[in-house]
């Protein structure tokens, strides 16, 4: 199993440029998420989705879209780039065991977004 | 979701035990303990959870008070490998999201 992929790896964009980043998952999971990590901070969620079809917003949605159309992705959209979404974003992805109190996140390698 | 509070940073001697601790003076009785890690920028690892019991994997053992206010995490054996950032999280399912801190730096030295 590859577990958790994120393409591209790393990218440049002028301001005002859109992108989609991608992440899939070969584990099933339901749930996915995308995080943005400044330099020096933890990770914040973006958004995330508890399964096919169904997306919400986490911590910092502003300029950001998603789009969870197959289970095993999860799109992550910037519309017009700012300098702001200078980040290195993850994704994550989860499967929920009973009571939904014990879920374990697996994340991928991350790609490194560069606005100018 | 409880916040929760790390050291900044800690150093540990290679092959000597690592022992990280994070209070959570206001977790509620659903809420489980979690621990990541960061190597250098790559994407967070999952290390161990618990509730309330202590537990043992692979790589580490988690030690909750019986109050539940704090933890610790603890690496047995530590190695150069082991240098990452380390996050203590609590977390219900209430709220989606895991909440990362600034987590604790651990470096390893030789």
């Known amino acids: 199993n590859a577990g958790v992929t994120q393409t591209p790896k790393f990218r440049v964009l002028k301001t005002g440029q859109s992108m989609t980043l991608l992440c899939a998952q070969d584990m099933n999971h339901e749930y996915m998420y995308w995080y943005r990590q400044d330099p020096g901070m933890g990770l914040r969620l973006i958004h995330y989705?508890?399964?096919?079809?169904?997306?919400a917003k986490g911590e910092v949605p502003d300029g950001y879209n998603v789009s969870r159309l197959k289970k095993q992705n999860f799109l992550l959209g910037l519309e017009s780039a700012a300098p702001s979404q200078t980040s290195v974003y993850f994704c994550a992805s989860s499967y929920s065991v009973g009571d939904g109190g014990r879920e374990t996140q697996y994340f991928g390698p991350g790609t490194r977004l560069l606005v100018l | 979701d409880a916040k929760t509070t790390q050291p900044t940073s800690m150093d540990c001697a290679e092959g000597r035990a690592a022992n990280l601790p994070c209070n959570h003076s206001t977790i509620s009785g659903n809420e489980y303990v979690y621990w990541y890690r960061q190597i250098h920028s790559q994407g967070p690892q999952y290390i161990i959870h618990?509730?309330?019991n202590n537990e043992t994997n692979e790589m580490a053992s988690l030690i909750i008070t019986e109050d539940r206010k704090s933890s610790t995490l603890i690496l047995p054996h530590a190695t150069l490998r082991d240098t990452a950032v380390y996050y203590c999280?609590?977390?219900?399912?209430?709220?989606?999201?895991?909440?990362f801190g600034s987590g604790t730096q651990l470096t390893v030295l030789p």
């Open positions: 989705s508890v399964g096919e079809g169904t997306t």
């Open positions: 999280i609590v977390w219900s399912g209430s709220a989606r999201q895991l909440t």
């Open positions: 618990g509730l309330k």
